[in-house]
Every structure is written in structure tokens, then in C-alpha cells.
């Protein structure tokens, strides 16, 4: 039986445009999905059902209709800021607190005409690959609820893929929207530094997080990330690109092209721990590539250059991060056992040392624009393993919890090191019918190309026709 969400988000907004339904009979079918299937899945922390509706009701006089996202619901991730609703960031350390006011992303995407149903789940603070709190229930992929959905953005990626959301915002600081994507069998795209002006990257440490768009469809990410890209204010240090509204959305829907691939299974990790590819990443891995070659494009195996600076610097630079969170005294005892060997850890940072890592990360940046550079994109698995158990993790000890993170997700965090766009993509179904995906990292400011060789994938696979039961 047909349902709302079968439609694309490209085709409910024609649907809105065409008045066969009106934003608030869209809003209602969701509410109604979440309230149905959400308590099994951990998709949403906050559901602001009525405030979704005031906006559904009023959106024509306050958005015009031409708005690039009119009428389309979404979730704002539970680490951005809504005016009004509570804001948890993942952490009891922050239960009560209501922020006066929104994050300009969240006024970008409603400036665009989108419609919050809510806040969606997330680690503590973003900081782990995978979402499971003490204060909230696990995000689960809803492909098998045994396994977690991933993360940071691991409760956007949970609604979209079961179908209570057509789309939804994450941020990407280490993988944060391609890891759950992967996990959920969805598009995850993180964009390059600076192009999206709500969250260029550019007031981050070392340049890492930036927002991106969570999808069923590769031209879906482009209309939501094209959303994002004209709205705001760039920073007055760096100057705004010319912008033609709905280039990603054009280049997505148009899929055309072909281009010179590198291919590799190394990472900037291999030096510090023990990486295995399993053998369900490698087989998306290489049906991804028989794919590619049948369309024309060039294929060639490459492997990054070792460098050990890679690993300390990154793990010093995620937990200098970790220390600036508000927590002294007793409230540290709030935290949960990683974040605390994070903050302790990032403390007893120096400058000397911050600076260092600061410095080989920016070296490392400039290696892999050279490394890279003969490529149009550089095609990777998307994950190491199959989406793992929910309490896979150690949740006490914070060394050998880093290291599954690193295990799980080797090849997502060097995209946020460089500022280089990456996709993830599903390709392929595991025996136990698991979705696994591909990466591409491209040029800078190569969005289009990654896009258009994404859509092509699609075409050729029919990704965007898989769903999982709750669909």
C-alpha cells in the first residue's frame, strides 16, 4: 500500500507544490510513524509535535512557497541549538537546559521552509562513532535493532532510513554523517571546508566539523545540502563562492560523467592499530569498482603513504576538544566513562602540544591533496566492519574504546583532516541482509563530482528501492 514516505523528498516537495497534500497532512504522517515505530528504534530524543504543526499550519504566510525545502519536515540533531526546546547534547550533564536561542543552522533550514518534528538522538557532546547514552535509548539501524545505527548523527540516520523523516541534517566532525549513513543503508555527505557558511568548519578545532545531509536518494543529500548552502552568513575572512541555487541538485539529478578513480583500502590508522577490512566491506568495496568500470569510468589502485604523525595528532586533537567541556568538580561525574578520559586527557594538553598536532595535521591536509590529486575521487569501503552490536563498545575504559572506534571507522576521519567532500553511498546487502556502502572522497569543493558519480551507483543498483521492515 502506497504511503507518504515511499515519495522522495524531491517528490513530496512536488507533491506540496502541486497541493495534492498540504505541509500539515506531511507533518501529521510522520508524527504518526514516529509515535508508531520510534520507542523500538531511538530515533528522536524531543518530539515538538505541536509546535510541527503550528509551523505546518502557518508555513504559507511566514515561507514563500518557492523556499528550496517548503514544507519538508526534518529533525535538528540534539547537538544544535532550537530556541525554546531542550537541547541535551547526548549528555546528563546538560539535562534541563533550553536554549534562547537557535543556531544559525537551524534558522538556515527554516529560513528554506523546513518543518522540525524535533531533536534527534546523539552521543555525548558528538564525540563517539555510535549512539548510545545513558540518558536516552540506543539509536538502532532499523536493518537489525540488535545493531547500533552508528553516530554521531545516529538518530537522524535512523529516522530517514525507517521512514520517519525524508531527510535529516548531521554534522560531520570524524565521520558523523557518513558513519551512520553506512550503518542505516542510507547517503551521507559531508561537504567540503567552508562551503556551507552555518558551519564552515573554520570555528572548529583543526577545522574537523561540518553539517551535511543524511538521505534515501543522492539527489535528496544535494537538495538539502543546497538548502544549506545558500543560506547564512559566510564568515568576513572567507569570501562566499558564486552561487547558482540547486547546482548540487542539478548535478545530482543529471548524474553525468566520467572520471579517473583511485581505489584503496589503507588508512592514515594502519601505523597505530589493527585494521581489518571484513570481508562484507570488501565485497561492496569491489562490487562498487565492477560497477564503476562497466560505466567508463578510469579505475586505479592506490595506497596512502604512511605517516605516523597522523594517529597522535588526531587523538590529541580530539580530546583538546573534549576539554573545553563545562564540566568541573563533581559535575565531571556526569559525564560518561569516555568522555571523562577524554576531558582528563585533552586537560593535560599543553599549547606545545596542541600546536604540534595542529601543525601535522595541516602537513598531512597538504599530503593528500598531493596524493590525491591525479584522481577525480578516491573511492574507499565506507565502515571496516558490518554495523556493530549495540554494547559493542567498552564502556569503561576509554583507550580500548578509542581503538574500536578506530577499528569500526578507519576511513571516515582524514576527509575531516584535509576539508576534502566525501559521500557515502550503499552498494551492497550482506547475507544476513545488512547494508554496506562506499566512500568517495573528492577534490576540494568536488561535491558535483561525487554527486554525480553517486547517482550513477544508484541508477545502476537501485539502492534507493531497498528499505528496511519498518519501511
Known amino acids: 500500500m502506497f504511503e507518504l514516505h515511499h515519495l522522495s523528498a524531491r517528490e513530496q516537495w512536488d507533491w506540496l507544490h502541486r497541493r495534492e497534500i498540504t505541509p500539515l497532512e506531511l507533518v501529521d504522517h510522520y508524527l504518526a510513524r514516529i509515535e508508531r515505530l520510534d520507542?523500538?528504534?531511538?530515533?528522536?530524543?524531543?518530539?515538538?509535535?505541536?509546535?510541527?504543526?503550528?509551523?505546518?499550519?502557518?508555513?504559507?504566510?511566514?515561507?514563500?512557497?518557492?523556499?528550496?525545502?517548503?514544507?519538508?519536515?526534518?529533525?535538528?540533531?540534539?547537538?544544535?541549538?532550537?530556541?525554546?526546546v531542550p537541547t541535551g547534547f547526548g549528555s546528563r550533564l546538560m539535562r534541563g537546559f533550553v536554549p534562547e536561542r537557535s543556531d544559525e543552522l537551524v534558522t538556515v533550514l527554516d529560513s528554506a521552509g523546513g518543518i522540525s518534528l524535533g531533536k534527534t538522538n546523539a552521543p555525548e557532546f558528538g564525540l563517539p562513532s555510535y549512539t548510545e547514552t545513558l540518558v536516552a535509548p540506543p539509536a538502532r539501524t532499523p536493518w537489525d535493532p540488535s545493531l547500533g545505527a552508528g553516530g554521531s548523527s545516529g538518530g537522524a540516520a535512523v529516522a530517514v532510513a525507517a521512514g520517519l523523516l525524508p531527510f535529516a541534517p548531521g554534522s560531520d566532525g570524524g565521520g558523523s554523517v557518513r558513519i551512520p549513513a553506512a550503518a542505516c543503508g542510507l547517503v551521507g555527505l559531508k561537504p567540503s571546508r567552508g562551503l556551507v557558511p552555518s558551519g564552515s568548519g573554520l570555528d572548529s578545532l583543526a577545522g574537523l566539523v561540518v553539517p551535511g545531509p543524511l538521505s534515501r536518494t543522492v539527489a535528496d543529500a544535494a537538495m538539502l545540502l543546497d538548502a544549506m548552502v545558500e543560506g547564512g552568513e559566510y564568515p568576513f575572512t572567507l569570501?562566499?563562492?558564486?552561487?547558482?541555487?540547486?547546482?548540487?541538485?542539478?548535478?545530482?539529478?543529471?548524474?553525468?560523467?566520467?572520471?579517473q578513480l583511485g581505489v584503496m583500502t589503507t588508512s592514515p590508522w594502519d601505523d597505530a592499530?589493527?585494521?581489518?577490512?571484513?570481508?562484507?566491506?570488501?565485497?561492496?568495496?569491489?562490487?562498487?569498482?565492477?560497477?564503476?568500470?562497466?560505466?567508463?569510468h578510469g579505475i586505479e589502485e592506490t595506497s596512502l603513504e604512511p605517516d605516523p604523525s597522523y594517529a597522535p595528532a588526531f587523538r590529541t586533537i580530539w580530546q583538546a576538544g573534549a576539554g573545553g567541556i563545562p564540566a568541573h568538580g563533581d559535575d565531571l561525574l556526569l559525564l560518561e566513562p569516555l568522555t571523562q578520559w577524554l576531558v582528563a586527557a585533552g586537560r593535560e594538553v599543553s599549547a606545545v602540544q596542541l600546536a604540534e598536532a595542529l601543525s601535522a595535521l595541516a602537513r598531512y591536509e597538504r599530503s593528500i591533496i598531493r596524493q590525491f590529486s591525479r584522481f577525480d575521487a578516491v573511492l574507499t569501503p565506507s565502515l571496516a566492519m558490518t554495523p556493530r552490536p549495540i554494547g559493542w563498545y567498552d564502556s569503561e575504559d576509554g583507550e580500548r574504546n578509542f581503538a574500536q572506534q578506530v577499528q569500526y571507522?578507519?576511513?571516515t576521519s582524514f576527509a575531516n583532516v584535509t576539508g576534502l567532500p566525501a559521500i557515502t553511498v550503499p552498494v551492497y546487502q550482506t547475507a544476513d541482509g545488512l547494508p554496506m556502502g562506499v566512500q568517495l572522497v573528492g577534490r576540494p569543493g568536488g561535491e558535483a563530482t561525487l554527486l554525480a558519480i553517486g547517482a550513477q551507483l544508484e541508477r545502476r543498483l537501485g539502492w534507493d528501492r531497498r528499505h528496511p521492515p519498518q519501511w
Open 39 to 84: 520507542g523500538a528504534l531511538g530515533a528522536f530524543v524531543t518530539v515538538t509535535a505541536e509546535a510541527a504543526r503550528q509551523r505546518a499550519r502557518g508555513l504559507s504566510e511566514a515561507v514563500p512557497s518557492t523556499a528550496a525545502l517548503w514544507g519538508l519536515p526534518f529533525g535538528d540533531k540534539d547537538l544544535s541549538n532550537r530556541a525554546g
Open 239 to 259: 569570501r562566499a563562492p558564486r552561487w547558482d541555487g540547486g547546482r548540487l541538485l542539478n548535478a545530482a539529478v543529471r548524474g553525468e560523467g566520467r572520471f
Open 273 to 296: 592499530y589493527e585494521i581489518e577490512v571484513s570481508a562484507e566491506a570488501s565485497a561492496a568495496l569491489e562490487l562498487a569498482v565492477r560497477e564503476l568500470d562497466a560505466l567508463g
Open 409 to 411: 571507522t578507519p576511513f
